[in-house]
């Protein structure tokens, strides 16, 4: 699987931006495609998880409410709506595809392709 996200940049708190991730070389089915973010001298997080697809969605608490995980299967492509952006946000976001059998998993060791990663900055 090849990923590529994109939609990153600079935002002012309280503001919104969607991310998207294109993959290719799938096939996708028994996957979940997941968002992690990495803020400096912190380890990566998962933030946003669906399953390709049932579509089921879920997410860390730190964004639950604010952010929406949802596909394209038509166009092979994952989005995260981020709504109501703070400064603790600001971080390289990662879009992820897991190993095939998997339907809620949040630990990175369990996604084995991953995008190149976009910067998203919310400045207060």
């Known amino acids: 699987v090849q990923l590529q996200a994109s939609g990153g940049g600079l935002v002012q708190a309280g503001g919104s931006l969607r991310l998207s991730c294109a993959a290719s070389r799938g096939p996708f089915s028994r996957r979940v495609m997941g968002w992690f973010r990495q803020a400096p001298g912190k380890e990566r997080e998962f933030v946003s998880g669906?399953?390709?697809?049932?579509?089921?969605?879920y997410h860390a608490d730190s964004v639950k409410g604010r952010f929406t995980i949802s596909r394209d299967i038509a166009k092979n492509t994952v989005y995260l709506q981020m709504n109501r952006l703070k400064p603790e946000d600001t971080a390289v976001y990662y879009c992820a595809a897991s190993r095939e059998g998997y339907s809620n998993t949040r630990a990175p060791t369990a996604f084995d392709d991953w995008g190149q990663g976009t910067l998203v900055t919310v400045s207060s």
């Open positions: 669906i399953t390709w697809s049932g579509g089921r969605t």
